[in-house]
Structures are given as structure tokens and as C-alpha cells.
Nanobody
Framework: VQLQASGGGLVQAGDSLRLSCAAS????????MGWFRRAPGKERQFVAC???????YYADSVKGRFTVSRDNAKNAVYLQMSSLKPEDTAVYYC?????????????????WGQGTLVTVSS
């Protein structure tokens, strides 16, 4: 599976932004998809994931502000981000694992996109 993340940019605090991740391959629907982020000087952090059955899970820091969704017909996963804060500034990565459950640790994921930068100004 190859992943291509896009949609990052420079926004102001309170704005919204939608990230997209396009996946190659014919078995996209069998992958749990995750979003992670890495802020400058910090470790990679779990943001959200959506399972094979479209169950969703979020980090506490983004719960209620971010929404993850998937479109299996388009081989795509999205991260809708609202009420953005400066602390959301990071490079955002999408990831995939060919398993059905919820996985919050980056080590579970086998495939990674190249990342897209989100910068939130105050």
C-alpha cells in the first residue's frame, strides 16, 4: 500500500482544515487507517484512527474537534480538523495496517505516507 497525504497549510487559530490520504491497492477496505502527527521537537503522536468497520478513535487532545472518515470506493481517508489551535501545528501522517482493530501506537502500522505540514498561527 502506498499512501499520499495532502491538504496541509497555514491557517489561523479557530480555522478548519481537511486532510486527505489517498491509498493505492485493491484491499483498502481491509486496512485500519491512522493519523499521527509530529510537532517540532516532539515524538510522533497518535491523533485518530478509523477501523475496517469504521469505528473511530481519537486522542483526547483532538476529541470533539477532529473527525476521521474513510471512503473505501475512493481508497481515501480524511481528517477534518476544526477549531484548530497553535498546538495542533505539526506534520501530519497517515498510516495503514492490514488488521481490523484499533491501533494507537505507530509501531503497529506497516505503511506510512510522506506527511503534510499543518501550521496554526495564533
Amino acid at each position: 500500500v502506498q499512501l499520499q497525504a495532502s491538504g496541509g497549510g497555514l491557517v489561523q487559530a479557530g480555522d478548519s482544515l481537511r486532510l486527505s490520504c489517498a491509498a493505492s491497492g485493491r484491499t483498502f477496505s481491509s486496512y485500519t487507517m491512522g493519523w499521527f502527527r509530529r510537532a517540532p521537537g516532539k515524538e510522533r503522536q497518535f491523533v485518530a484512527c478509523i477501523t475496517v468497520s469504521s469505528g473511530t478513535y481519537y486522542a483526547d487532545s483532538v476529541k470533539g474537534r477532529f473527525t476521521v472518515s474513510r471512503d473505501n470506493a475512493k481508497n481515501a481517508v480524511y481528517l477534518q480538523m476544526s477549531s484548530l489551535k497553535p498546538e495542533d501545528t505539526a506534520v501530519y501522517y497517515c498510516a495503514a495496517v492490514n488488521l481490523p482493530g484499533y491501533y494507537g501506537r505507530p509501531t503497529f502500522y506497516d505503511y506510512w505516507g510522506q506527511g503534510t505540514l499543518v501550521t496554526v498561527s495564533s
